[in-house]
């Protein structure tokens, strides 16, 4: 309720279109990509509005949604920062869930140049040294809070992709046996997802 009913749908994908194109001469095609939570919007973002991308990408994200297993993933994630999943999309297994899952809606994704990415939770010799906040805590907390959400969004992306290949959806795999929840590696998958999100701009 502090926050009113913020509309990030239209903001993204009516509002800033035509001024990222005025600001830097875009041609009025794009691509979409997020991390994180961000993966999942990008994907709905791109099938709720499918002539609007002819690319997307997820780094980390959990794209599906529906399901319990799915549905308690989002919830969780949302609480972590103290926000309530239920004012996003409504209570469980409501019909608002199923609309902003990209795996019911195939048919709007199929065409599109689509890349996935996620690492196991492993962690690796970059995350022993990568830069904490201290205000998150000891490293070992942070690294093992990386690998646990990382571990979550690995176990959703590939059964996104499951559903994305039992449908002849095609899709690049970014997926990589190592990684954490962490900019260490999501800086890494950006130029790894360029070519194939850049094809249709």
């Avoid at 993966?39 to 319990?68: E, H, K, T, W």
């Avoid at 999309?89 to 996935?116: E, T």
């Avoid at 499951?162 to 997926?175: S, Y």
Wanted: with cysteine.
């Amino acid at each position: 309720p502090p926050l009113g009913k913020p509309q990030w749908e239209t903001f993204l994908t009516k509002e800033l279109p035509p001024l990222i194109d005025e600001r830097f001469d875009g041609t009025g095609r794009n691509a979409v990509v997020g991390l994180s939570m961000g993966g999942q919007s990008a994907f709905a973002l791109a099938m709720r509005n499918p002539d609007l991308y002819s690319g997307i990408a997820s780094l980390s994200g959990c794209p599906p949604v529906s399901g319990p297993v799915n549905e308690s993933y989002v919830r969780t994630t949302v609480a972590k920062s103290g926000g309530d999943a239920t004012n996003m999309w409504g209570p469980f297994g409501s019909a608002n869930w199923d609309a902003h899952d990209p795996a019911k809606h195939l048919d709007a994704l199929r065409g599109k140049d689509i890349f996935l990415a996620a690492g196991s939770g492993a962690v690796g010799p970059r995350d022993l040294t990568a830069p904490i906040n201290p205000d998150d805590g000891p490293r070992p907390a942070v690294t093992a809070a990386a690998s646990a959400l990382e571990l979550g969004a690995w176990r959703c992306s590939l059964e996104f992709a499951a559903t994305l290949r039992a449908n002849d959806v095609a899709f690049t795999d970014g997926f990589r046996l190592i990684g954490t929840h962490n900019w260490i590696y999501w800086e890494q998958d950006l130029p790894k997802a360029w070519p194939t999100i850049s094809r249709g701009l």
